[in-house]
């Protein structure tokens, strides 16, 4: 009588910003419901937003050292060898503790030590294999290097510089791509404090706010309530704004754990260009104004192009995002429902909803192909 089956065990390597470890997460998610009998692992450092993330969704997570890998020569490129090494040692030696099958890389800190250590590591006389999967409309250098040793490359969008990828989308968590922001709306204002009959605007500059999104709104508040908006603003852990008392209500707060929540309150967002923030707001269907960052490879700005081609957003550079702007642009596109409406079906037809489940089925199909091999 054989033996049974041992589960299959994977590795998520996606930490340091929610833009990695939110991807990462939907693969998750999307394994367990393929084959509930999947043992995750989640590969992350001290220092990034898994510390949190990982553990609330309910997910096995390795602390490893991190390599941040600089994009200019300075101090930090001197350093990289010996971080890299020992970051490496100490996957592998989680790679073994877990009996890892393949590992499925999202970039950041802790992908390249991720593909590095299943390179070398080999169980049952077969390397672990790597999936990778690009979120940017410009591939980063992890992901770059680490292209070259997968065995499937998955990605966002064309044209990002890794050949031979196959375009699936953006992974997002089933709570989004799931949604539906009507059905939930009066729930989600009731939640936050908002108007339940107000057009509500949503701000939000990812994790850690936006200062310029923050002056900009914020600097047109009286604008807004004299429209009767609104607001719905995330401004981030570590600034303030200027509590507003008007009416309809304007609610400032500094982080939103309810995302779904938010993005059922509203009915327009204003918010930066990363590509998981395109890839959710997209997919929920919500019109926005995406604003990309002024600096980096111009990467925020491709990510919502195909989305504002589409015409289900429009976007302005940072420098133009001034309390002027917000006062002559938000309020006559929240108060004109059909084009509203327009904008949420573009947005809707132009998102990618089943990223998740094509991640997770390469990932599951590449594990058992190896545990066969071994088992020959």
């Known amino acids: 009588m054989s033996e049974p089956t041992a589960p299959l065990s994977i590795v998520v390597a996606g930490g ?53 890998l600089p994009r200019k020569p300075n101090a930090d490129l001197a350093k990289l060898p010996l971080r890299l090494r020992k970051s490496v040692a100490a996957t592998r030696r989680v790679l073994a503790a877990v009996e890892a099958d393949v590992v499925i890389g999202f970039g950041g800190y802790v992908a390249l030590p991720a593909y590095l250590a299943a390179r070398m590591h080999v169980k049952a006389h077969n390397r672990v294999p790597v999936v990778i999967h690009e979120a940017n409309a410009r591939a980063g250098i992890a992901n770059k290097v680490g292209a070259r040793l997968a065995q499937k490359i998955l990605v966002a969008v064309p044209g990002s510089g890794l050949e031979s990828a196959d375009v699936v989308g953006i992974p997002v968590r089933a709570a989004i791509s799931d949604l539906d922001r009507a059905a939930l709306r009066a729930e989600a204002r009731a939640y936050f404090g908002l108007d339940p009959q107000a057009p509500t605007l949503l701000v939000f500059g990812g994790s850690q706010g936006a200062r310029s999104l923050n002056d900009a709104v914020r600097g047109a508040a009286q604008v807004l309530a004299d429209n009767n908006i609104g607001v719905l603003h995330a401004y981030g852990k570590k600034n303030t704004i200027e509590p507003f008392d008007g009416s309809p209500p304007y609610v400032g707060v500094p982080y939103v754990s309810r995302m779904d929540l938010a993005y059922a309150a509203a009915d327009l967002a204003i918010c930066r260009a990363g590509a998981m923030t395109v890839a959710e707001v997209s997919a929920t269907g919500l019109p926005a104004v995406y604003v990309p960052l002024p600096h980096g490879n111009g990467e925020q700005r491709l990510n919502a192009a195909p989305l504002v081609a589409a015409g289900g957003g429009l976007l302005v550079d940072d420098a133009e995002l001034t309390p002027e702007y917000v006062a002559q642009t938000i309020p006559p596109l929240l108060t004109d429902p059909a084009r509203l409406s327009a904008m949420s079906l573009a947005a809707a037809g132009a998102g990618a909803r089943g990223a998740a489940h094509a991640v997770a089925a390469a990932g599951i199909e590449l594990a058992r192909s190896r545990r066969d091999r071994g088992q020959r």
């Open 16 to 68: 340091g910003t929610a833009g990695h470890i939110e991807p990462a997460m939907a693969v998750a998610d999307a394994l367990v419901d393929i084959d509930s009998t999947i043992r995750v692992t989640a590969l992350g450092t001290a220092r990034g937003l898994e510390t949190t993330l990982v553990p609330e969704r309910g997910y096995r997570l390795e602390l490893i050292p991190p390599v941040p």
